[in-house]
């Protein structure tokens, strides 16, 4: 039986007789449930507070169609559910604003409507909620999560182009949420608007992460490191070394096998203490990897990036034979790599033409679908087994 995590839901109607009734349905189900009548009088603020908002479409003063643009600035995560006696040209045209917007809508329930209609759309935001949701997320519910696959954690392998040799695994969460999936970094499942809670859902799946690798590694014998993508805006947090130190202890995972790869950085308001926490990574042997050049993460000198490897962004590699700006880009990258003497690892080989020139640019570590898409754990055992025995295969070959 599925286990849905708590929402905090906001119903806006100016029926007060319909907003009461679905309180009491909502509630039944131990969601915590508000109600109002008055959308122009309610603190746009306040919106983000909600996980999910069910709207009426016609209501005097302000209605649904003005009500969207408000929640697209003011609560662009929560999701939305249209609860309306409309006719299905406006709601079509509704949706179509919705999307134009950036607003998260995910159902229309036509009035009168079943409850079990009701519960069908807030069971569909369960997934994203999990993620995006007000409500702190234990480790027990994230791993029944996981059980149920409302969140998958897959990994990709990062070999040796060369050579072939198996590397490590960057993680990537897939959120199911009713007939959305979506692939999303680790941690870009936060909403970076609630740092805390970021940093602590972070964490959580990343501790999924660290187990599932170190299954991988006592089973296949090899010691492999994980990359985590991390938002710099979490990394900059004064409590991420401890909780990161705290995670890290739990899992019995060691700090020399990961690798963090920081986004956003011009975004960080605290580069100081971004640097900070960064040289406390250094000490514990954690490395961290470099996509973007920014001068929030550069040494004060501009001698070296405060980094361990940098990374060729898929953005670039997937266009290197098509782009000479991207040739340009990925050379410059890679050149750069050589006089600092750090390894730069390309991200998104789609075809055996790119990882050639990759390879005959100075680039031997990659990661992309031409060796293996993100999968499962247990698939990428398989995915492992399978290039053993044909390694053993080609090197009994060449004896006989």
Request: proline share 4%; hydrophobic share 45%.
């Amino acid at each position: 039986m599925m286990m849905s995590p708590r929402q905090k839901i906001l119903i806006l109607d100016d029926d007060r007789f319909f907003t009461h009734l679905i309180k009491r349905l909502l509630m039944s189900s131990n969601h915590d449930v508000e109600e109002c009548n008055e959308p122009a009088r309610l603190d746009p603020a306040r919106l983000a507070g909600f996980d999910l908002i069910l709207l009426d479409v016609m209501m005097p003063v302000m209605d649904g169609i003005q009500m969207l643009d408000v929640i697209r600035q003011y609560a662009p995560t929560t999701s939305v559910a249209l609860a309306t006696a409309v006719d299905q040209n406006t709601i079509d045209s509704i949706v179509t604003l919705a999307a134009t917007l950036g607003v998260r809508l995910i159902g229309v329930l036509s009035k009168p409507f079943k409850a079990t209609a009701l519960a069908s759309v807030v069971e569909s935001n369960a997934g994203y909620c999990l993620a995006f949701g007000t409500q702190s997320v234990s480790d027990a519910t994230l791993r029944q999560a996981l059980l149920e696959q409302r969140i998958k954690i897959l990994l990709q392998p990062q070999v040796c182009l060369s050579t072939g040799r198996w590397l490590g695994c960057e993680a990537t969460a897939v959120l199911h949420s009713g007939d959305c999936t979506s692939m999303l970094a680790m941690s870009s499942l936060s909403d970076a608007s609630n740092p805390a809670a970021a940093l602590d859902f972070t964490l959580k799946l990343a501790g999924f992460a660290m187990a599932q690798m170190l299954h991988l590694q006592a089973l296949s014998g090899t010691r492999l490191g994980l990359t985590l993508t991390i938002p710099a805006a979490i990394a900059a947090l004064p409590d991420f070394t401890r909780a990161l130190a705290a995670r890290l202890a739990a899992e019995n995972f060691p700090a020399i096998l990961l690798v963090l790869d920081l986004q956003d950085r011009h975004l960080v308001a605290d580069v100081s203490q971004l640097h900070t926490n960064i040289m406390w990574l250094s000490q514990q042997g954690t490395r961290l990897s470099l996509t973007c050049f920014g001068s929030p993460m550069m040494s004060s000198g501009q001698r070296r990036p405060l980094s361990d490897e940098l990374r060729l962004h898929r953005s670039v590699v997937t266009n290197i034979l098509h782009s000479q700006q991207d040739r340009d880009s990925a050379s410059m990258i890679l050149n750069l790599g050589l006089r600092l003497c750090m390894p730069t690892i390309a991200d998104g080989i789609n075809d055996s033409s790119t990882c050639q020139w990759l390879v005959a640019n100075g680039c031997n570590i990659g990661q992309g679908n031409y060796i293996l898409p993100p999968v499962p754990a247990a698939d990428l055992l398989n995915w492992h087994r399978a290039r053993v025995a044909d390694a053993a295969a080609r090197s009994q070959k060449a004896i006989a």
